[in-house]
């Protein structure tokens, strides 16, 4: 590694910095590590809350100096991160980041990576805490797991911590993740054990619970008694681009609704937990997500709705469909798109539907939580021309423009009654002028000081999984018929419509 000069990152003034350790990244040449996670850790140096003794080893099976890895992720950094960047910080971090080639399923690359470690925390000063990463393909989340486990790098000498960052997805069914859940619990404690989802990074998502639970003007009005249903979009402008080879195995249920959907259906609905520590948290989380009535055989083909995506345009540009995109079988039956309807069988929520939808090549990227409330019990402008009252609407703005707004009905100036919807909005931009996160940065700094609210445990893994499976178990014996059934820059096939219809109601499409 080069020579470090005096320069030191800037002191903190707010927030707890991570501990002191060492940051192995495995599958270090990838995406993910360009896109997010050297960007985030570059935030959090700005942000004051990285530790002074840090230093980052990235491995992967590519043939590369630590100098040229180095050259490349300063090279990519001005690219994708959310903020100027600043030369002096960057140098600070440069100075830590070392290389090393291998070969995940080799023993041999671990008793390396477990010198090199020692090495580090010599140099360095970090006291023997490592966070692993493994931003690799599935198939990798276990056997990385078991060699780090061989190589005795998940024991924990005193004062020292090891944890293993999980990726998703997490099992491609129950029987997977169970199976999953069993290998890496043989060789970590749960609470080695992170699970990321970097939707829970995002600041909407974890605005949620200080919003429910810190306001007393909403939390009286959570329930059945004055909520009419729930809608939760994801929605994606873009196609499968380059993830062709991964979709063909995966499909946007398995992709997105065990995990992201899943985990904001959760924090919408959940009880509050008896303090904000993380096991109270992640019970409520998972207690949720066991009420979730399981859909029988017979009830899916009306309760869920699977498309993919045909030619079409989206703004000026015309696009191929899914069957056409690189590394899909031209005759595919794999979902780019799902929609459902959901059950929760508790008091509170007894009645109210969660409709939920995710899909690739809608006509708006657009992640929201969409709360419909009742309307009033009488209508009490029988002799104006008011003939209706809206339903008041709550929205949780996730991405692009995270933020919330509140719809009303507000009287039109003038003589003559008449009622017209009108919205408070509230953006964190424009309130708190903060520069946008990337959505890692408190995922990774929480897996730093060691603490686990943002993260699925193995139970809850599990209980998302035992709602998706009889979906998927249905749709595998009976192949759609219709593919491809919605074109691209729409908003679904016309059955999402009817799941909606068919209860009087109808999606929120901004």
């Not at 005795?152 to 997977?176: A, M």
């Not at 499909?251 to 904001?264: C, E, F, Y």
């Not at 209980?463 to 919605?486: C, E, H, M, S, T």
């Amino acid at each position: 590694m080069p020579s470090q000069d005096t320069f030191q990152p800037p002191a903190n003034t707010e927030g707890k910095p991570g501990d002191p350790c060492v940051f192995v990244i495995f599958g270090a040449t990838g995406d993910l590590t360009k896109r997010l996670l050297i960007p985030s850790l570059y935030n959090l140096l700005a942000a004051k809350l990285m530790p002074k003794e840090f230093a980052i080893i990235g491995v992967s099976n590519a043939q590369m100096s630590s100098e040229d890895f180095r050259k490349q992720l300063g090279k990519e950094l001005p690219e994708f991160a959310t903020v100027k960047v600043d030369p002096e910080l960057w140098k600070w971090f440069d100075q830590r980041i070392t290389y090393m080639e291998g070969d995940f399923k080799d023993p041999a690359t671990y008793q390396k990576l477990k010198t090199q470690l020692a090495a580090i925390d010599k140099q360095q000063g970090t006291p023997g805490s490592y966070l692993f990463y493994t931003a690799v393909s599935p198939v990798f989340f276990g056997e990385i797991v078991k060699q780090l486990a061989a190589a005795k790098l998940t024991e924990e000498p005193k004062g020292c911590w090891r944890r293993v960052i999980i990726e998703k997805p997490f099992g491609h069914d129950l029987d997977s993740a169970l199976a999953l859940n069993r290998e890496i619990g043989q060789c970590l404690s749960e609470d080695q054990t992170f699970r990321i989802d970097h939707y829970l990074g995002k600041e909407t998502v974890q605005n949620i619970m200080a919003f429910r639970f810190g306001n007393g003007i909403f939390e009286p009005v959570w329930d059945r008694r004055y909520i009419n249903h729930v809608q939760i979009t994801v929605g994606e402008t873009v196609g499968v681009e380059h993830r062709g080879g991964y979709y063909e195995t995966s499909g946007a249920l398995r992709d997105m609704v065990p995990n992201h959907i899943l985990q904001l259906v959760a924090l919408t609905a959940m009880e509050p937990p008896i303090s904000f520590d993380s096991e109270p948290v992640r019970d409520e989380k998972t207690k949720l997500l066991r009420a979730i009535r399981p859909l029988k055989p017979e009830e899916v083909p009306s309760w869920a709705v699977r498309g993919q995506y045909g030619p079409g345009t989206m703004g000026k540009e015309q696009v191929p469909g899914y069957r056409s995109e690189p590394q899909v079988n031209p005759n595919s039956a794999v979902e780019t798109y799902v929609a459902m309807k959901l059950a929760i069988d508790n008091w509170r929520w007894e009645g109210v539907p969660f409709y939920l939808r995710t899909g690739k090549r809608m006509a708006t990227r657009v992640t929201e939580i969409a709360i419909r409330f009742k309307a009033p019990p009488l209508l009490l402008f029988r002799q104006t021309a008011v003939k209706q009252i809206e339903q008041n609407e709550l929205v949780l703005h996730i991405q692009p423009d995270e933020g919330i707004s509140l719809g009303f009905s507000a009287k039109i100036p003038g003589p003559v009654v008449k009622l017209e919807a009108v919205n408070m909005n509230f953006e964190y931009a424009d309130y708190f002028g903060a520069p946008p996160s990337i959505g890692y940065e408190t995922l990774l700094l929480d897996c730093m000081i060691g603490d686990p609210t943002l993260f699925q445990r193995a139970d809850t893994v599990d209980a998302g999984w035992r709602v998706v499976d009889p979906i998927l178990d249905a749709w595998k014996a009976n192949p759609p018929k219709d593919f491809p059934n919605y074109p691209a820059g729409s908003w679904g096939p016309r059955a999402a419509d009817e799941l909606l219809e068919r209860d009087h109601r109808k999606w929120r499409n901004t």
